[in-house]
């Protein structure tokens, strides 16, 4: 068999072939195991605010003491948490696993119209939601099934500080549109109330499901990912094992700038860093990138993980090359591709070999990863990680030989159960053996590396968050004024790509500016298009489908 792992050969030093996932029943079991052996480390770090692990253990107990036995909530139920990087996510998300709970992660950018499609869906019963996103909840919660609001300021856990911030944001930055939501309870009374009530007693195993992930998917309509209890423990533990003894018990600082909602920085910084005693740094703004420069010079750091447009922002933020470097081992980069000039950059500046990771959201995410002592940017993705299985395949469903190019097929403990409550996507992308079909084109070399060659499909990638054209096309269509639509990813140099918009009109008055608006009201910032070109007429094949290839090539050739 191993000749058909050629990878193995080229495993880190120490990185077993295969993890054992028996040695715990839940991520609860993980989490709980990080409070007892750290009790006194620092585990979250925001706005000048530490808690150890023994805090987040108390908070996050009294949090599911309040859904369990306040709420009535019970084993499988599903919450919303709606929220950037606060120290109230950690407590809302391990208080919900510890109660059993299903977490539904909510990008709290969302419009109106995409909340209430994943709230519905997820069949939600509770939500957490920051104060600044408040508002877009009242807009449909009334068409959901959520009974239970939780409300709460950034500033809420950051003592008297926290109100002076609160403060500053409502009424001075007026960063909180109003909101009337008369039925929520405060964050902190929630805490309080659980605080009378016991940690429940939940039975879990591998096959519960922890978390519903939402993804565009190609089909365009976001599908919740069901990751297990077994998904999120392999993946930690495969991670874990990869990472070995590169990464400290208890020394090291992460730098959690990817939302924890994503899934990305769920697993590799909320989980993986939480099992090793970790400190999560939390960045709630990463876009403010002086600020962020600002935090990264208090906080000792060791590790950070982003996406491309993150490392290439820092790097062109003044005072980063300022920096002092000395302890930071670990730059993972992932999400979307990492660009060569930005990886060598990166590594001419920090002296830290930015190394590029590969997974999805319905692996949980990673797949493939490049070894940590890698000494230059190789342009792969890396080698598949233990307990992993990757291939390529052909268009007829056939393993490809080494060499080929081909679709990247995945399988292996961290493969989700399918998506929730539609067996006919699941059954579209994952096969009965277990393989799931990623929807990316690549190819592999005689070591076992991976090198991702396309996106399959017309997927656009804009930051590391995926776009499907189909939803941005189906939100364009409803304009009155607009005949035909077609979305496309273009280069570009801060994101990756942006979409465009290529559209025929209906109402030959039609201007782009009130096309750009409408989107605005309609679509979440990295979904909405940067450019919008009209055209008569739009390329089409023999059965009237739209040819977005063709629009893109045109693209490239006039690039070119």
Request: with cysteine; aromatic share 8%; glycine share 10%.
């Given at each position: 068999m191993t000749n058909e792992r050629p990878w193995l050969a080229h495993y880190p030093e120490g990185v077993p072939a295969q993890i054992d996932t028996s040695q715990y029943a839940s991520v609860a079991a993980v989490v709980e195991e990080a409070f007892e052996r750290f009790r006194q480390r620092p585990a979250f770090a925001n706005f000048g605010k530490t808690l150890s692990y023994g805090q987040v253990d108390e908070l996050s107990r009294q949090f599911a003491g309040y859904l369990t036995g306040v709420l009535k909530l019970t084993k499988g139920d599903r919450i919303a948490i709606m929220m950037p990087n606060v120290l109230q996510y950690p407590i809302a998300l391990f208080g919900a696993l510890r109660a059993g709970l299903v977490v539904v992660n909510t990008n709290p950018m969302y419009t109106a119209r995409e909340l209430r499609h994943q709230l519905e869906d997820a069949g939600a019963k509770a939500i957490v939601v920051l104060d600044n996103f408040a508002a877009t909840l009242q807009q449909v919660v009334e068409?959901?099934?959520?009974?239970?609001?939780i409300t709460t300021g950034i500033g809420d856990l950051l003592g008297a500080k926290g109100v002076l911030i609160n403060f500053a944001l409502k009424h001075v930055k007026k960063m909180?549109?109003?909101?009337?939501?008369p039925q929520a309870v405060r964050f902190n009374d929630a805490l309080s109330q659980g605080a009378s009530h016991p940690l429940p007693k939940v039975q879990l195993g591998h096959e519960d499901i922890a978390f519903l992930q939402y993804t565009g998917g190609t089909t365009g309509?976001?599908?919740?990912?069901?990751?297990?209890h077994g998904n999120m423990i392999a993946n930690m533990m495969q991670a874990g094992a990869w990472v070995g003894t590169n990464a400290k018990p208890g020394e090291e600082v992460v730098i959690t700038a990817l939302p924890l909602y994503h899934i990305f920085s769920l697993t590799a910084n909320g989980l993986v860093f939480i099992r090793l005693g970790g400190l999560n740094w939390l960045i709630t703004n990463p876009r403010d990138m002086p600020g962020f420069v600002k935090e990264l010079k208090e906080s000792n750091f060791t590790a950070l993980t982003g996406v491309n447009t993150l490392f290439n922002g820092l790097l062109n933020t003044p005072g980063f090359?300022?920096?002092d470097f000395s302890r930071l081992h670990l730059s993972l980069g992932g999400g979307m591709a990492v660009q060569r000039v930005v990886a060598e950059r990166w590594k001419k500046v920090t002296g830290c070999t930015l190394v590029e990771a590969y997974g999805l959201t319905e692996t949980s995410p990673a797949a493939c990863i490049n070894p940590l002592d890698l000494k230059d940017y190789n342009g792969s993705i890396g080698l598949p990680i233990p307990s992993t299985d990757v291939a390529i395949w052909s268009e007829e469903g056939q393993?490809?030989?080494q060499g080929e190019v081909g679709e990247l097929m995945v399988r292996g403990p961290q493969v989700m159960k399918g998506y929730w409550q539609r067996p006919d996507e699941t059954a579209k992308v994952l096969e009965p053996s277990g393989w799931l079909h990623t929807g990316d084109v690549a190819r592999?070399?005689?070591?076992?590396y991976f090198f991702i060659v396309d996106r399959k499909k017309d997927m656009i990638l804009v930051s590391g968050f995926n776009v499907y054209p189909n939803e941005v096309e189906d939100v364009v269509m409803q304009h009155p004024g607009v005949a035909e639509v077609a979305a496309v990813g273009v280069p570009d140099e801060h994101s990756g790509e942006v979409v465009k918009l290529f559209v025929v009109r209906k109402d030959p008055n039609l201007t782009v500016e009130e096309l750009k608006q409408f989107c605005h009201d309609n679509l979440t910032g990295y979904k909405r298009p940067k450019i919008i070109e009209f055209r008569d007429a739009l390329p089409k094949s023999n059965v009237g489908k739209i040819l977005r290839?063709?629009?893109?090539d045109e693209k490239k050739v006039a690039a070119g």
């Amino acid at each position: 068999m191993t000749n058909e792992r050629p990878w193995l050969a080229h495993y880190p030093e120490g990185v077993p072939a295969q993890i054992d996932t028996s040695q715990y029943a839940s991520v609860a079991a993980v989490v709980e195991e990080a409070f007892e052996r750290f009790r006194q480390r620092p585990a979250f770090a925001n706005f000048g605010k530490t808690l150890s692990y023994g805090q987040v253990d108390e908070l996050s107990r009294q949090f599911a003491g309040y859904l369990t036995g306040v709420l009535k909530l019970t084993k499988g139920d599903r919450i919303a948490i709606m929220m950037p990087n606060v120290l109230q996510y950690p407590i809302a998300l391990f208080g919900a696993l510890r109660a059993g709970l299903v977490v539904v992660n909510t990008n709290p950018m969302y419009t109106a119209r995409e909340l209430r499609h994943q709230l519905e869906d997820a069949g939600a019963k509770a939500i957490v939601v920051l104060d600044n996103f408040a508002a877009t909840l009242q807009q449909v919660v009334e068409e959901t099934g959520v009974k239970h609001i939780i409300t709460t300021g950034i500033g809420d856990l950051l003592g008297a500080k926290g109100v002076l911030i609160n403060f500053a944001l409502k009424h001075v930055k007026k960063m909180v549109p109003a909101y009337h939501l008369p039925q929520a309870v405060r964050f902190n009374d929630a805490l309080s109330q659980g605080a009378s009530h016991p940690l429940p007693k939940v039975q879990l195993g591998h096959e519960d499901i922890a978390f519903l992930q939402y993804t565009g998917g190609t089909t365009g309509v976001a599908k919740g990912a069901m990751l297990s209890h077994g998904n999120m423990i392999a993946n930690m533990m495969q991670a874990g094992a990869w990472v070995g003894t590169n990464a400290k018990p208890g020394e090291e600082v992460v730098i959690t700038a990817l939302p924890l909602y994503h899934i990305f920085s769920l697993t590799a910084n909320g989980l993986v860093f939480i099992r090793l005693g970790g400190l999560n740094w939390l960045i709630t703004n990463p876009r403010d990138m002086p600020g962020f420069v600002k935090e990264l010079k208090e906080s000792n750091f060791t590790a950070l993980t982003g996406v491309n447009t993150l490392f290439n922002g820092l790097l062109n933020t003044p005072g980063f090359a300022e920096l002092d470097f000395s302890r930071l081992h670990l730059s993972l980069g992932g999400g979307m591709a990492v660009q060569r000039v930005v990886a060598e950059r990166w590594k001419k500046v920090t002296g830290c070999t930015l190394v590029e990771a590969y997974g999805l959201t319905e692996t949980s995410p990673a797949a493939c990863i490049n070894p940590l002592d890698l000494k230059d940017y190789n342009g792969s993705i890396g080698l598949p990680i233990p307990s992993t299985d990757v291939a390529i395949w052909s268009e007829e469903g056939q393993p490809l030989p080494q060499g080929e190019v081909g679709e990247l097929m995945v399988r292996g403990p961290q493969v989700m159960k399918g998506y929730w409550q539609r067996p006919d996507e699941t059954a579209k992308v994952l096969e009965p053996s277990g393989w799931l079909h990623t929807g990316d084109v690549a190819r592999m070399d005689e070591k076992g590396y991976f090198f991702i060659v396309d996106r399959k499909k017309d997927m656009i990638l804009v930051s590391g968050f995926n776009v499907y054209p189909n939803e941005v096309e189906d939100v364009v269509m409803q304009h009155p004024g607009v005949a035909e639509v077609a979305a496309v990813g273009v280069p570009d140099e801060h994101s990756g790509e942006v979409v465009k918009l290529f559209v025929v009109r209906k109402d030959p008055n039609l201007t782009v500016e009130e096309l750009k608006q409408f989107c605005h009201d309609n679509l979440t910032g990295y979904k909405r298009p940067k450019i919008i070109e009209f055209r008569d007429a739009l390329p089409k094949s023999n059965v009237g489908k739209i040819l977005r290839r063709e629009l893109r090539d045109e693209k490239k050739v006039a690039a070119g």
